[in-house]
């Protein structure tokens, strides 16, 4: 059985250096022969403010049922978020709000955080361990918080520390142990 683990890219703007840390976990998660992924990239996903939850909207628009599908189909979800203002990015939340408040329920979630400064993203991974605790996920302990990203990545977005990729193993590694586990007590329910 292969687990559905996305990645979800949690920024849209010109520039980021967050996609090439999401391309690179993209590489080191399919080298795992038991998971289907693939990057959501919420550029391809231009949703306008939220001004009402999907499970009240009339008419939900194609791009938002198929953002929806994918996150309902996970087993596990990787989010890569860089860090804005202490923060995660509005395009993000913006995203998240319009999702039902249940959608990650007893799903496994690793947060990656991106930050060109020497704090990775801290305060960035504890507000989004509060958004993803509210909408039913289980963010995972372990955390790969990537800081001075533009000293790690060179220009094609290969990692030059080969401390990383040790790190990126150990998230992972986590990251399988719950979701089979989840998986597993999933079966288990009537």
Not at 12 to 30: D, I, M, P, Q
Not at 105 to 124: D, E
Not at 174 to 189: C, F, I, P
Request: hydrophobic content about 40%; aromatic content about 8%; proline content about 7%.
């Amino acid at each position: 059985m292969a687990y559905r683990i996305p990645i979800l890219l949690g920024t849209a703007r010109t520039g980021r250096k967050s996609e090439r840390v999401a391309h690179y976990l993209h590489l080191c998660l399919s080298e795992h022969s038991n998971v289907e992924t693939e990057i959501i990239d919420l550029l391809d996903y231009p949703f306008p403010l939220m001004e009402n939850r999907m499970n009240v909207m009339e008419e939900i628009p194609d791009n938002l049922k198929q953002f929806s599908v994918k996150l309902q189909q996970a087993d596990a979800l990787i989010i890569v978020a860089p860090e804005y203002k202490n923060s995660f990015p509005g395009t993000l939340k913006n995203a998240l709000d319009y999702m039902d408040p249940g959608i990650f329920k007893q799903t496994p979630i690793a947060i990656c955080t991106v930050s060109s400064g020497g704090f990775g993203g801290i305060s960035c991974l504890t507000q989004l361990r509060l958004v993803c605790l509210a909408m039913g996920g289980l963010p995972i302990p372990e955390k790969l918080p990537i800081s001075k990203v533009n000293d790690l990545f060179d220009e094609q977005g290969n990692a030059v520390d080969p401390r990383l990729r040790e790190k990126t193993d150990h998230f992972l590694t986590s990251l399988l142990w719950y979701t089979a586990a989840m998986v597993n007590q999933r079966k288990l329910q009537p």
